[in-house]
T-cell receptor, first 112, second 116 residues
């Protein structure tokens, strides 16, 4: 699976948009971009995924660049409960299963 | 159940002892994964089950680690002759299919193992 690069930490003011970048310059054509987050003392939580089109759900939006070498996770109105480590993962899905390869992620701190 | 359940939530054991960690996946989820997370690191893949069989055990660090899923539901991760370096949070996840393109995994809250 392709390697991803994320900033180790970011801060955001409560109520503002949080934009978390991810670089995946070696992504292959059959690899998806997934985002998970992990709140302290909990297991990772699925947020969103995409292949090449931008995606939006009730939690967040995912913007993938046209060349697919980077993406941005957007939390439109961050709350204190969004403080967590955010992981960007790219993976190919094959017949033998599809493990997630986590990096160290971005620690997002939402400040009041 | 509504989510992935892992028991115990905390386990303290002495070096050299044997431990078993249990995972109850979401009902109907055929794929089950074990991960290990050390402090300050992202989760590290250990093993993946599709049904009863281990489809990928390449992440198991050595032969002291073993996992089973005899009936395709509950899974047990077994660690023999525990070492202090085995101390970590052990996470279990399940999903509807092994290929899971359109399904995110659901993780449990983990078992925190401390080897003293």
């Amino acid at each position: 699976d392709a390697k991803t690069t994320q900033p180790p930490s970011m801060d955001c003011a409560e109520g503002r948009a949080a934009n978390l970048p991810c670089n995946h310059s070696t992504i292959s054509g059959n690899e998806y971009v997934y985002w998970y987050r992990q709140i302290h003392s909990q297991g990772p939580q699925y947020i969103i995924h995409g292949l090449k089109n931008n995606e939006t759900n009730e939690m967040a939006s995912l913007i993938i660049t046209e060349d697919r070498k980077s993406s941005t996770l957007i939390l439109p109105h961050a709350t204190l409960r969004d403080t967590a480590v955010y992981y960007c993962i790219v993976r190919v899905v094959g017949t033998s299963g599809s493990r997630l390869t986590f990096g160290e992620g971005t620690q997002l701190t939402v400040n009041p | 159940g509504a989510g992935v359940s892992q028991t115990p939530s905390n386990k303290v054991t002495e070096k050299g002892k044997y431990v078993e960690l249990r995972c109850d996946p979401i009902s109907g989820h055929t794929a089950l994964y074990w991960y290990r997370q050390s402090l300050g690191q992202g989760p590290e893949f250990l093993i993946y089950f599709q049904g009863t069989g281990a489809a990928d055990d390449s992440g198991l660090p050595n032969d002291r680690f073993f996992a089973v899923r005899p009936e395709g539901s509950v899974s047990t991760l077994k660690i023999q002759r525990t070492e202090r370096g085995d101390s970590a949070v052990y996470l279990c996840a399940s999903s509807l299919t092994g290929t899971g393109v359109n399904y995110g995994y659901t993780f449990g809250s983990g078992t925190r193992l401390t080897v003293v």
